[in-house]
T-cell receptor, first 111, second 117 residues
Framework: GQQLNQSPQSMFIQEGEDVSMNCTSS?????WLWYKQDPGEGPVLLIA?????ELTSNGRLTAQFGITRKDSFLNISASIPSDVGIYFC???????????FGTGTRLQVTL | GAVVSQHPSWVICKSGTSVKIECRSL??????MFWYRQFPKQSLMLMAT?????????EQGVEKDKFLINHASLTLSTLTVTSAHPEDSSFYIC?????????????FGQGTRLTVV
């Protein structure tokens, strides 16, 4: 099945640093979502974006819906150890339709 | 947020046997449920979409006779892996959505790790 291209694949950063990851697609999505998955758990929604150009924040997290509707990025500021995990973007073409997930970004935070 | 519960969290079964995984929406009615499979260090891949009271829609390459999906009520969907083989070992995750409003969020279960020996 289709997957979204997500980069970087993995990141090793120090506590306190900012993090940026992005997701690109060859097709248009009407909704972009960002999830975090801890080992052995299901993904948890971090931010949902519903409008092209939209910039949304959730605490230390900020995400943007690309103006072309084919990309999105997620920034994490002042990273902390509990930010460790795998971050997935997901695109949704329409209302309540199935999600296409990105390839994931594995984040490691060192003290 | 809404709660989706999967059971069991993990299961080990012998090759050739069948395994049933349950997905329940605990505090809302889920018109639509989705089943995903995730292999180690890989992303989630959609297997099928099920709507309450109708047959599931399977993604290309997913065998509907091997992965039986039943969505008999608005709060329960089940995935049965029939005649399981070691290559079916994976992390299976469901999500549930009310599917009735714009920008409806889908809530994920905690996943079920299946190991076939």
């Amino acid at each position: 099945g289709q997957q979204l291209n997500q980069s970087p694949q993995s990141m090793f950063i120090q506590e306190g640093e900012d993090v940026s990851m992005n997701c690109t697609s060859s097709s248009i999505f009407n909704t972009w979502l960002w999830y975090k998955q801890d080992p052995g758990e299901g993904p948890v929604l971090l931010i949902a974006l519903y409008k092209a150009g939209e910039l949304t924040s959730n605490g230390r997290l900020t995400a943007q819906f690309g103006i072309t509707r084919k990309d999105s990025f997620l920034n994490i500021s002042a990273s902390i150890p509990s930010d460790v995990g795998i971050y997935f973007c997901a695109g949704q073409p329409g209302t309540a339709s199935k999600l296409t997930f990105g390839t994931g970004t594995r984040l490691q935070v060192t003290l | 947020g809404a709660v989706v519960s999967q059971h069991p969290s993990w299961v080990i079964c012998k090759s050739g046997t069948s395994v049933k995984i349950e997905c329940r929406s605990l505090d809302f009615q889920a018109t639509t449920m989705f089943w995903y499979r995730q292999f180690p260090k890989q992303s989630l891949m959609l297997m099928a979409t099920s709507n309450e009271g109708s047959k599931a829609t399977y993604e290309q390459g997913v065998e509907k006779d091997k992965f039986l999906i039943n969505h008999a009520s608005l709060t329960l969907s089940t995935l049965t892996v029939t005649s399981a083989h070691p290559e079916d070992s994976s992390f299976y995750i469901c999500s549930a959505s009310t599917g009735q409003e714009m920008n409806t969020e889908a809530f994920f279960g905690q996943g079920t790790r299946l190991t076939v020996v």
